[in-house]
């Protein structure tokens, strides 16, 4: 009898213990969809950004600029928005990317 009542106990610590495993998976499990949640949405975003036509005055702007630059030689063959948010991080991504020799 007292050898039944200690493999209840030790039956009922193993479930606490699977309990409390369970717990934790589960809260790992809501902040990884949460996460999942979080890029999905800024997947979306910057596709909506890629997907976006470039205005045309703009186009004309950047033609403008080109050819006064490069005194009318120039020809503007593409152009695409940057992936980045910010002026500032485009100008620290270009400011970290260049060698000092």
């Not at 809260?27 to 890029?39: D, G, I, P, Y």
């Not at 979306?44 to 703009?58: C, F, G, N, Q, S």
């Amino acid at each position: 009898m007292s050898d039944s009542i200690g493999e209840i106990k030790e039956l009922r610590a193993l479930v606490a213990e699977l309990t409390d495993r369970l717990d934790a998976t589960s809260t790992s499990l809501q902040k990884a969809t949460a996460r999942l949640n979080q890029a999905e949405s800024e997947l979306a975003e910057l596709r909506k950004r890629v997907d976006a036509d470039i205005p045309e005055d703009t186009v004309i702007a950047i033609s403008a600029a080109v050819s006064a630059y490069l005194g009318n030689r120039g020809k503007v063959k593409a152009i695409r928005y940057n992936r980045h948010k910010t002026w500032a991080a485009q100008g620290r991504q270009i400011q970290q990317q260049r060698n000092l020799r």
